[in-house]
């Protein structure tokens, strides 16, 4: 008994796990009104969670218009059910466009990331989880110089999570990593008017469950380009149990699932498929597609523009 009694005390003076702080962006000034630019409250809630060695940004239900939110590591953002983040139309909300070099070699977009409503900049340890909305339709599309023109870029990035949430019009790219490695993307819900998901010169990615409805332009797709100005394969992907289509653009998040194909600038109707290349400067290696379902669109492309190697593609059911 005196050995449990002491073993007890022990346990209870000694120094506790904490876990992770988490910072409500509300508590910061945010309005969630959909009417207030919440950008300057939303990022100081990140640099708080960030200036005590991180945690988790939380977002309780509402609609949150902004510019450039800027991620930073160890951080997660976290979505209640209900919670909306509006891209703004004022296009000097967003963070100005980074020089880059190489941007001679490819299409503006892919060759920026900061002027995006959401990015991250060789940061690790990042989470964007929870049940919410992106809504970039005031984001501008393909061929944008300044202002917003993606929703979500990465560049050289690790240890990625995005889980869960939605994004309804994504601007040029719905989602953007490139040079990413060690990335989980699960759960997800893109309907947008060009590239839902371009995975370039990344490794170890895995995206599952997700369903992706992109008419005008590819569902997912992996690249090996010029951004970074650097050789950098992709390689070691899985994607498995997705769903792609090429519905009108909104028809799959609300379930209407329109095929009336109307847009004007893809002659060969709906695109919403999965594909390897376009951009293909470097190797494709390593590559599992499998359990996949392909609705109103084009399906399945590979695709060696630029010269690639495409090696050890496993594409199955």
């Known amino acids: 008994l005196l050995v449990c009694c002491a073993a007890m005390a022990l346990s209870l003076g ?5 876990r992770a702080a988490v910072f409500d962006v509300k508590a910061f000034g945010a309005k969630a009104d959909g009417k207030t630019l919440d950008r300057a409250a939303i ?8 200036a005590a060695g991180g945690g988790t940004v939380f977002f309780p239900a509402g609609t949150y218009l902004t510019g450039s939110i800027r991620l930073r ?13 509006e891209a703004t139309a004022d296009m000097t909300a967003y963070d100005a466009v980074e ?11 892919h060759n920026h990331w900061h002027n995006s409503l959401i990015w991250g900049d060789e940061v690790e340890n990042v989470s964007i989880v929870g049940d919410g909305l992106i809504i970039g339709k005031a984001l501008r599309g393909r061929g944008a110089g300044e202002g917003g023109n993606k929703s979500l870029a990465l560049r050289l990035c690790r240890n990625v999570i995005l889980r869960d949430f939605s994004i309804l019009f994504g601007g040029h790219f719905g989602i953007l990593m490139t040079g990413v490695d060690n990335v989980t993307v699960d759960n ?9 998901m371009d995975v370039d010169n990344c490794r170890n990615v895995r995206i599952s469950n997700c369903s992706v409805n992109s008419p005008n332009d590819d569902a997912i797709v992996l690249k090996a380009g010029h951004a970074l100005g650097l050789t950098r394969p992709t390689e070691n992907v899985t994607i498995t149990n997705v769903f792609v289509s090429g519905y009108e653009v909104g028809s799959l998040l609300d379930g209407t699932y329109k095929r009336t194909f109307t847009q004007a600038n893809d002659r060969e109707g709906p695109t919403g498929r999965i594909k390897i290349g376009t951009e293909s400067e470097e190797d494709f290696k390593n590559i599992t597609i499998s359990n996949s379902v392909f609705d109103h669109c084009r399906g399945l492309a590979i695709e060696s ?3 690639s190697h495409i090696e050890g593609i496993a594409i199955s059911n």
Do not use: C, M, R
């Not at 590591?73 to 059910?81: C, D, G, P, V």
């Open 305 to 307: 523009v630029d010269g």
């Open 14 to 18: 000694a120094p506790q796990a904490t």
């Open 188 to 196: 997800l819900k893109i309907d947008s008017n060009f590239d839902s």
């Open 73 to 85: 590591s160890n951080i997660t953002l976290q979505f209640e059910h209900g919670t909306v983040i």
């Open 43 to 50: 990022n100081q809630t990140i640099d708080a969670a960030v």
């Open 99 to 109: 020089p880059n070099p190489w941007e001679q070699y490819d299409e503006f977009g």
